[in-house]
């Protein structure tokens, strides 16, 4: 495809900016790429340990050490202990942590008796205790955010997407883990310590052409990233950039007037970063099927 083709353009000067074709909505061949695997779904998971590390094993999953935590939920490295590949794997708890039922109890019985309460209950019943009592419910607004995530991570399949390759949501189970592609690169970093820019002009016109395309294929499949920033820019082993967390991603009107991906059609709570930076701006282009022009640099 032309769009491979410009992924692999080097940064050399050329009279005219490669041309960006409209990605095709229709399934690639397998043996293509390995984003074009489509997305396994497991109902059982079965919690084990290393005999050997004693690191925690998710299925065939391997554990090995956190990659990133945030507000979304926290990524792990993992290996597959049948094929020796890495992936990473993101941790979202779908159920909500509520210590109120349980503090409820301390607060109104302090009511009776000040301090004489806190004499005549037991060890167990003492804040410090309470504290560590966690009741767990079923958040609706939280199985809605992955539920979205989900989708839209299943739909998007793109060489500057990251690919979600399997996700194990067992019912009985607390959290719900997606196996996703390891970018060993990690986060782009554009600036050091100093606050200097690190990049070479050649390498952030790549960056921004992996970017528009990854972009230009999610606002044809009907995607909002609503956070664009370059620590969801992930760089993989060959170079190219991905995108990544979909956390607070939505789908456009249309595309949820045309079908229902989601059960309820509001936008996510949180709007990711509040300040814009200029990469972010690329995401407020209009989303159409006919598609958004955009200037490319020449390489």
Do not use: M
């Given at each position: 495809m032309l769009a491979d083709q410009c992924l692999m353009a080097p940064c050399a000067a050329s009279p005219t900016p490669p041309p960006v074709q409209r990605p095709s909505s229709q399934p690639m061949s397998r043996h293509q790429s390995?984003?074009?695997?489509?997305?396994?779904?497991?109902?059982r998971m079965v919690v084990d340990y290393d005999k050997r590390t004693g690191k925690k094993m998710i299925n065939q999953y391997l554990?090995?050490?956190?990659?990133?935590?945030?507000?979304?939920?926290?990524?792990?490295?993992?290996?597959?202990?049948?094929?020796?590949?890495?992936?990473?794997?993101k941790i979202i708890d779908k159920w909500q942590n509520d210590r109120r039922l349980s503090l409820r109890a301390y607060n109104s019985g302090g009511n009776d008796g000040g301090n004489?309460?806190?004499?005549?209950?037991?060890?167990?019943?003492?804040?410090?205790?309470?504290?560590?009592?966690?009741?767990?419910r079923v958040s609706s607004g939280?199985?809605?955010?992955?539920?979205?995530?989900?989708?839209?991570?299943?739909?998007?399949?793109?060489?500057?997407?990251v690919h979600l390759y399997e996700v194990i949501d067992d019912p009985a189970a607390k959290k719900i883990y997606l196996i996703l592609e390891y970018m060993e690169g990690g986060e782009l970093q554009?600036?050091?310590?100093?606050?200097?820019?690190?990049?070479?002009?050649?390498?952030?016109?790549?960056?921004?052409?992996?970017?528009?395309?990854?972009v230009e294929y999610l606002h044809y499949q009907g995607v909002i990233h609503r956070d664009i920033k370059p620590a969801n820019l992930l760089l993989g082993a060959k170079g190219a950039i991905k995108i990544s967390d979909?956390?607070?991603s939505h789908f456009s009107q249309h595309v949820m007037h045309r079908q229902a991906l989601t059960h309820r059609t509001s936008l996510a709570s949180s709007d990711g970063a509040k300040q814009q930076s200029p990469l972010r701006s690329i995401t407020s282009l209009a989303s159409n099927h006919k598609g958004t022009t955009l200037g490319l640099p020449q390489s």
């Open positions: 390995h984003w074009c695997t489509p997305t396994k779904e497991t109902g554990l090995l050490r956190t990659l990133g935590q945030g507000c979304h939920g926290r990524v792990k490295l993992a290996v597959d202990v049948t094929t020796g590949q890495h992936y990473a794997i004489d309460f806190r004499a005549r209950t037991p060890d167990s019943l003492q804040p410090s205790s309470l504290a560590k009592r966690r009741s767990y939280q199985l809605e955010k992955i539920r979205k995530e989900i989708a839209i991570l299943k739909k998007c399949r793109h060489p500057n997407i554009w600036r050091d310590g100093d606050d200097r820019p690190v990049l070479a002009l050649g390498q952030i016109r790549t960056i921004f052409r992996d970017l528009v395309l990854g979909f956390g607070v």
